[in-house]
């Protein structure tokens, strides 16, 4: 059925985002190319041998010279560490512990995700967030941590210090673009100065069903997507990782993926012109993450819930021409557990092509998903090409928000 979607593709050259390398290398590669130019320059070797060079050209040398140095550098990283860099895993409490310590120490997670049960003011957070960067940063192979949040305004807003906003329905009754970028900027400022760099937001689900209810911006998905477009430019003004959520629009459900596996039963049509284009003008939009899903569409897999299916993830990639992260919904949910495990959706979701595993279960639960994607790496159950890539396209979201820098600040 997915040869019936017709989306055109887009100009890959807006959305693309481009690799970087690893961190603590790229930091010692800026300093040598410092010294090697100013070498050139004393050494009266400039100026004129450069005449008709353009700039272009030269932007486009430096950055396959980036690209290729951090592909060698991936590939350098053993499967546990690339498998880790894979999970956003959730925290026990108000202040790191030992599990939660553990996982960054041991297993090179990725990122944290915190609820409303982790915080209780800006300083606090700060206080849980900062020692677990410091940690990630001074261990191995030195990568910061995404560190998450569900803000969306309205009820999905677990920060206490951030000032309340409007629901997105709301704002979509208003139809202003200008007040959905203003919104999201202003969270994304606030959330930012506790060290939260990733909004797990905007929703971009059209329609008003189960589990999404006032999240949506509306039931016409042209002004979702003005809509949800306009939000992802105001993360990005905040300087903060934005996901467009709930692939391919959990708004047409009638139950919820937390405790069950909505199946949404539209046609190619429809799928094209009515779930689709708010997906669509956040990719042209350059958002750097998109979420998957526990939602099943018959349309492009009729067995698996889009977070687990090869197909849904190739339509986002291949007909949206997304070249960013794609993320799961928590995997702890039952739309995604289906009665098995969050161990056994890891697989499944890493097979199907996901680069990023969000995962709320207890650190045990955690601990076994981490520990089933490295033994089908290492079975070769899931091919280690596959897993590179999705490290090299988290890689470069961390390096173009420079997490780093922001743990400095």
Same mark, same amino acid.
Not at 56 to 79: L, P
Not at 208 to 214: D, H, M
Not at 380 to 407: C, F, H, Q, T
């Given at each position: 059925?997915?040869?019936?979607?017709?989306?055109?593709?887009?100009?890959?050259?807006?959305?693309? /985002?481009?690799?970087?390398?690893?961190?603590?290398?790229? @930091?010692?590669?800026?300093?040598?190319?410092?010294?090697?130019?100013?070498?050139? /320059?004393?050494?009266?070797?400039?100026?004129?041998?450069?005449?008709?060079?353009? %700039?272009?050209?030269?932007?486009?040398?430096?950055?396959?010279?980036?690209?290729?140095?951090?592909?060698?550098?991936?590939?350098?990283?053993? &499967?546990?560490?690339?498998?880790?860099?894979?999970?956003?895993?959730?925290?026990?409490? *108000? $202040?790191?512990?030992?599990?939660?310590?553990?996982?960054?120490?041991?297993?090179?997670? !990725? !990122?944290?995700?915190?609820?409303?049960?982790?915080?209780?003011?800006?300083?606090?957070?700060?206080?849980?967030?900062?020692?677990?960067?410091?940690?990630?940063?001074?261990?191995?192979?030195?990568?910061?941590?995404?560190?998450?949040?569900?803000?969306?305004?309205?009820?999905?807003?677990?920060?206490?210090?951030? =000032?309340?906003?409007?629901?997105?329905?709301?704002?979509?009754?208003?139809?202003?673009?200008?007040?959905?970028?203003?919104?999201?900027? *202003?969270?994304?400022?606030?959330?930012?100065?506790?060290?939260?760099? *990733?909004?797990?937001?905007?929703?971009?689900?059209?329609?008003?069903?189960?589990?999404?209810?006032?999240?949506?911006?509306?039931?016409?998905? $042209?002004?979702?997507?003005?809509?949800?477009?306009?939000?992802?430019? !105001?993360?990005?003004?905040?300087? &903060?990782?934005?996901?467009?959520?709930?692939?391919?629009?959990?708004?047409?459900?009638?139950?919820?993926?937390?405790?069950?596996?909505?199946?949404?039963?539209?046609?190619?049509?429809?799928?094209?012109?009515?779930?689709?284009?708010?997906?669509?003008?956040?990719?042209?939009?350059?958002?750097?993450?998109?979420?998957?899903?526990?939602?099943?569409?018959?349309? /492009? %897999?009729?067995?698996?819930?889009? =977070?687990?299916?090869? @197909?849904?993830?190739?339509?986002?990639?291949?007909?949206?021409?997304?070249?960013?992260?794609?993320? *799961?919904?928590?995997?702890?949910?039952?739309?995604?557990? !289906?009665?098995?495990?969050?161990?056994?959706?890891?697989?499944?979701?890493?097979?199907?092509?996901?680069?990023?595993?969000? /995962?709320?279960?207890?650190?045990?639960?955690?601990?076994?998903?981490?520990?089933?994607?490295?033994?089908?790496? +290492? =079975?070769? +159950?899931?091919?280690?090409?596959?897993?590179?890539?999705?490290?090299?396209?988290?890689?470069?979201?961390?390096?173009?928000? @420079?997490?780093?820098?922001?743990?400095?600040?």
């Amino acid at each position: 059925m997915l040869s019936a979607v017709n989306c055109r593709h887009r100009d890959l050259e807006q959305t693309l /985002i481009r690799p970087h390398g690893p961190f603590v290398v790229w @930091d010692a590669l800026r300093v040598a190319l410092s010294l090697a130019s100013l070498i050139f /320059i004393l050494a009266g070797c400039g100026g004129a041998s450069m005449e008709g060079h353009s %700039d272009g050209g030269q932007d486009q040398n430096s950055s396959r010279g980036r690209g290729n140095e951090e592909a060698s550098i991936v590939s350098e990283m053993s &499967v546990r560490d690339m498998v880790g860099q894979m999970f956003v895993v959730s925290v026990g409490g *108000t $202040e790191p512990d030992y599990y939660i310590e553990k996982m960054v120490r041991e297993r090179n997670i !990725g !990122g944290v995700i915190l609820f409303g049960y982790n915080m209780r003011s800006e300083e606090q957070v700060e206080s849980l967030v900062g020692p677990l960067q410091k940690l990630s940063i001074e261990t191995e192979p030195a990568v910061p941590l995404f560190v998450a949040v569900d803000q969306e305004g309205g009820d999905i807003a677990s920060g206490p210090w951030v =000032s309340p906003q409007p629901a997105a329905a709301e704002v979509g009754s208003r139809g202003d673009p200008d007040e959905a970028r203003d919104i999201a900027a *202003t969270m994304g400022r606030q959330i930012l100065r506790a060290g939260i760099n *990733t909004d797990l937001a905007p929703v971009v689900d059209t329609g008003f069903g189960v589990a999404i209810g006032n999240r949506s911006y509306g039931e016409d998905p $042209e002004l979702v997507a003005r809509m949800g477009a306009a939000a992802v430019d !105001g993360f990005e003004e905040a300087g &903060v990782i934005s996901a467009a959520k709930h692939f391919p629009n959990h708004g047409p459900a009638t139950s919820d993926s937390h405790v069950s596996l909505p199946i949404i039963r539209h046609d190619a049509k429809t799928l094209q012109s009515y779930d689709l284009p708010p997906f669509d003008a956040a990719v042209d939009a350059g958002v750097p993450m998109v979420m998957v899903g526990h939602l099943v569409y018959p349309a /492009i %897999d009729p067995h698996n819930p889009a =977070s687990l299916s090869r @197909d849904a993830i190739s339509l986002l990639r291949r007909d949206l021409g997304f070249e960013g992260v794609v993320v *799961t919904d928590d995997l702890a949910m039952a739309g995604a557990k !289906g009665g098995g495990t969050p161990a056994e959706a890891a697989v499944e979701a890493v097979g199907a092509g996901a680069d990023l595993l969000i /995962i709320s279960s207890p650190p045990q639960q955690q601990a076994e998903a981490y520990d089933a994607v490295v033994a089908a790496v +290492e =079975s070769g +159950e899931i091919p280690r090409a596959g897993i590179r890539e999705s490290i090299e396209r988290v890689l470069a979201v961390k390096e173009k928000y @420079d997490l780093r820098g922001a743990e400095r600040h």
